[in-house]
């Protein structure tokens, strides 16, 4: 069965700093992984996808994500953070099995951004 | 990005009652739709998944006769919380996805407070 691991339950960063997000997944024959962003009380918003092609994406908000195949990774980068950014993140990988498909996300990491 | 609607944002039943939530895709159709429980700080636990016009697959370790859902149509999903109880408080999601488009759409969520 395909598993997300976000290792990386709280980041503190401050304002205008770097910030990297780590998520790993299992490995499979293809995948697609997705990043998502949760505000406190609301659903999730898709930051950015990885479906085949390029390995490094783009996505919302400046953030952008390399998918490395031989690592099984898929971390989520931003150069400069704001305080807005402050949130809860999720990786994600669709499953499909036996033609029916499912979304299994990881823990979740909480990014802090300090001023 | 597609819009998925929630309905309603908070919810505060008495125990042994029982609580409907809604989920709807405005502009396009889902054919499959997903429900997540939430903990407080936790990720996303998929309770179950559900095809327009099928009885839902649930997760091993979900009561199905507790949590009724229903997908009668290609833009709306049910789930009713039955003979509700205070440890079945919680923050419950709705998503959904549509055939070719390879990620799910959330919806705002649902808190649902059992006194």
């Known amino acids: 069965a395909q598993s997300v691991t976000q290792l990386d339950s709280q980041v503190p960063v401050f304002e205008e700093a770097p910030v990297e997000l780590r998520c790993n997944y299992s490995s499979s024959v293809s995948v697609y992984l997705f990043w998502y962003v949760q505000y406190p009380n609301q659903g999730l918003q898709l930051l950015l996808k990885y479906l085949s092609g390029s390995t490094l994406v783009k996505g919302i908000n400046g953030f952008e994500a390399e998918f490395n195949k031989s690592q099984t990774s898929f971390h989520l980068r931003k150069p400069s953070v704001h305080i807005s950014d402050t949130a809860e993140y999720f990786c994600a990988v669709r499953s499909t099995t036996s033609g029916t498909y499912k979304y299994i996300f990881g823990t979740g990491t909480r990014l802090k951004v300090l001023a | 990005g597609a819009v998925v609607s929630q309905h309603p944002s908070r919810v505060i039943c008495k125990s042994g009652t029982s609580v409907k939530i809604e989920c709807r895709s405005l502009d396009f159709q889902a054919t499959t739709m997903f429900w997540y429980r939430q903990f407080p700080k936790q990720s996303l636990m998929l309770m179950a998944t559900?095809?327009?016009?099928?009885?839902?697959?649930?997760e091993q370790g979900v009561e199905k006769d507790k949590f009724l859902i229903n997908h009668a149509s290609l833009t709306l999903s049910t789930l009713t919380v039955t003979s509700a109880h205070p440890e079945d408080s919680s923050f419950y999601i709705c998503?959904?996805?549509?055939?070719?488009?390879?990620?799910?759409?959330f919806g705002q969520g649902t808190r649902l407070t059992v006194v």
């Open positions: 998503s959904a996805a549509s055939q070719g488009v390879s990620e799910a759409f």
């Open positions: 559900s095809n327009e016009g099928s009885k839902a697959t649930y």
